[in-house]
């Protein structure tokens, strides 16, 4: 009897990690308590920047911390109720900045970040790719010098990695960005990424895919995970439990609940991100666009402009506040002044964050029937093509060709 395989998060891990098991002949069912809700792969930025292989937190930046939370304009943000809770995770983070740890943390990166964009490419129909994905860029636009030259050593250090980057002047990048008209002091436009044309086609077309490839869905709520020898116990809220023989959490910013039924307690919080989607918008352009100071994100998708990015440390539950889109379209305004007032839908959505701002990847080290998949932080559209190749040779082949050791559940 062939034996089957549950994948916990239809988000975009959970969904390509299926989805390669299923091409691999693999009995396999996704689950997830809602296909219709948008969860963190149908609401970010869209930017596959394998590029960002460096430590985004370092211990400079860190002092500059205390100072965004008393900023109630940064778009940085801690919910005072929630931040004893936070303690645990911020320890971690704090250790992790050990610059000692920074040679094998870009190591480890790098090992994923290569075949980033490959791993993509691999799943998407030849005729289909350059409707998904475009290779054009980004662009980082600094509105101070100050900025721009507390990044000259990140710019040394990806031109030492061969990453290939252009400052632009702030008339040349008014030339080249439809809509972009002011604020700039001077821009960088980074060759080494690419941008989803629409985060949520990508994701519903890899839904379909998988469905297509033969993956079972199955709409509902894990509550719980009970191994025994025999097999593995999926308990859903108000529905029957499943029983399966394997299963890959690939929950996101929910899968600590889950990792800690498996026997791990790890420091998996969330960064919840903030946007605003503004369909017909009055310009169109087909690169990533970062506001460095701003530290948000405008992007163009087939959808419309999407206005988006902050940081706000306030756990899973607590409602959102749109508020802080305002704050991010009086900022986008500052560059793009035509972006039209009080238009769009809002949305609000979990980043799953790591404290050491590195993935969980790879196997429960005592039970090989459960795999971990989640993690992934700032970066979860780079790295779902590569996380679901590696899981799924683990699964199937039992190896896979890079060393996974620095994703492992079991590190903290
Ligand atoms: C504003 C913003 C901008 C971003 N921009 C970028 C970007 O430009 N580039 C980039 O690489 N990354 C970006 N990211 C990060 C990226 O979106 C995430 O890292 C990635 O989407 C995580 O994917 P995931 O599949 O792990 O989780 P999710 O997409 O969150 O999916 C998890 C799924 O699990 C389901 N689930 C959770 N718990 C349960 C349960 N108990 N039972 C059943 N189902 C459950 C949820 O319903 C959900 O569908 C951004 C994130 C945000 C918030």
């Known amino acids: 009897m062939t034996k089957k395989i549950a994948v916990i998060g239809a988000g975009l891990i959970g969904v390509l990690t299926a989805l390669r098991l299923a091409q691999k002949g693999r009995d396999v069912i996704l689950i997830d308590r809602s296909f219709t809700e948008l969860p963190a792969s149908g609401g970010n930025a869209g930017i596959i920047a394998y590029c960002d292989i460096f430590p985004m937190i370092s211990a400079k930046l860190l002092l500059k911390v205390p100072f965004w939370l008393l900023d109630p304009k ?48 691999d799943l998407l129909d030849t005729q289909d790719r350059a409707k998904l994905i475009a290779e054009t860029g980004t662009y980082y636009l600094y509105s101070k010098q100050s900025s721009f030259d507390e990044d000259a050593d990140i710019r040394k250090l990806k031109a030492d990695y061969g990453y290939q980057s252009e400052i632009v002047s702030p008339k040349d990048a008014y030339g080249r960005i439809d809509g972009l008209e002011k604020g700039i002091f001077k821009a960088v436009f980074e060759k080494d990424s690419a941008n989803l044309t ?104 087939d959808e419309g402009l999407r206005v988006g990015g902050g940081v706000e440390f306030a756990g899973l539950d607590a409602k959102p506040n ?35 701002d590195l993935p969980v990847i790879g196997q429960h080290p005592r039970d090989k029937r459960v795999s971990f998949a989640f993690g992934h932080g700032h970066l979860g559209m780079t790295m779902a093509g590569v996380t679901a190749k590696h899981i799924s040779n683990l699964i199937i082949d039992g190896e896979t060709d890079i060393d996974l050791t620095p994703f492992r559940v079991d590190r903290f």
């Open 74 to 121: 940064a778009m940085i943000a801690l919910k005072p109720s929630y931040a004893f809770k936070m303690i645990p995770w911020f320890y971690e983070l704090v250790k992790s900045t050990n610059p000692k740890r920074k040679t094998a943390y870009i190591e480890a990166k790098l090992s994923l970040m290569k075949t980033a964009l490959a791993d993509y490419y």
């Open 198 to 301: 629409s985060p949520i086609k990508m994701l519903d077309y890899m839904r379909e895919k998988a469905k297509a490839s033969g993956v079972e869905f199955v709409t509902g709520n894990v509550v719980h995970i009970e191994r025994n020898s025999e097999n593995i116990q999926i308990d859903l809220e108000a529905q029957d439990a499943l029983i399966v023989d394997e299963i890959v959490v690939a929950a996101g910013a929910f899968s600590r609940k889950l990792v800690n039924d498996l026997g791990y307690d790890i420091p998996l919080d969330t960064e919840r991100g903030y946007n605003v989607t503004i369909e017909n918008p009055p310009f169109e352009f087909n690169t990533g666009i970062i506001a460095k100071d701003a530290q948000i994100a405008i992007s163009s998708f």
């Open 322 to 356: 749109y508020k802080r889109i305002d704050m991010m379209l009086n900022l986008a305004k500052e560059f793009f002044p035509s972006i039209p007032d009080d238009r769009g839908v809002r949305w609000m959505g979990c980043r799953p964050s790591m404290a050491d």
